[in-house]
């Protein structure tokens, strides 16, 4: 069972940044896509954004789309989502997630991922 911890959560300003990271053991997010998921308060979860196993494809919901950046560092084994002007309505509880996907470099804007997080609060507020 794998075990993804997602950190960097916070307090932000509305306009503001923040960088989230997702680590999990035994390296399993270098070969699994990896998507970043939120839930608000009384909203079902969403996904984010989403980064395949080589890094090279990605994709990103319209709400986040130009704002928010997914990457990977093979260094460090972590997945990253660069937020970048934050608005009240990003507000949320920020899960990783990671799936294999054997014999494919994809990614899915989907919820169909095997490995969760416990999530980490992002709260965009003046």
């Known amino acids: 069972q794998a075990h993804i911890v997602e950190s960097g959560g916070g307090l932000v300003e509305p306009g503001g940044s923040l960088t989230l990271s997702c680590a999990a053991s035994?390296?399993?997010?270098?070969?699994?896509?990896v998507g970043w998921f939120r839930q608000a308060p009384g909203k079902e979860r969403e996904v984010v954004a989403c980064i395949s196993s080589s890094g090279l494809k990605g994709d990103y919901q319209p709400p986040v789309k130009g704002r928010f950046t997914i990457s990977r560092d093979y260094a460090e084994s972590t997945v990253s989502l660069q937020m970048n002007n934050l608005s009240t309505e990003d507000t949320a509880v920020y899960y990783c997630?990671?799936?294999?996907?054997?014999?494919?470099?994809?990614?899915?804007?989907?919820?169909?991922?095997?490995?969760w997080g416990q999530g980490t609060q992002v709260t965009v507020s003046s």
């Open positions: 997630a990671a799936q294999p996907t054997p014999g494919r470099d994809i990614c899915i804007l989907s919820q169909d991922y095997q490995y």
């Open positions: 035994g390296r399993i997010l270098d070969s699994y896509a």
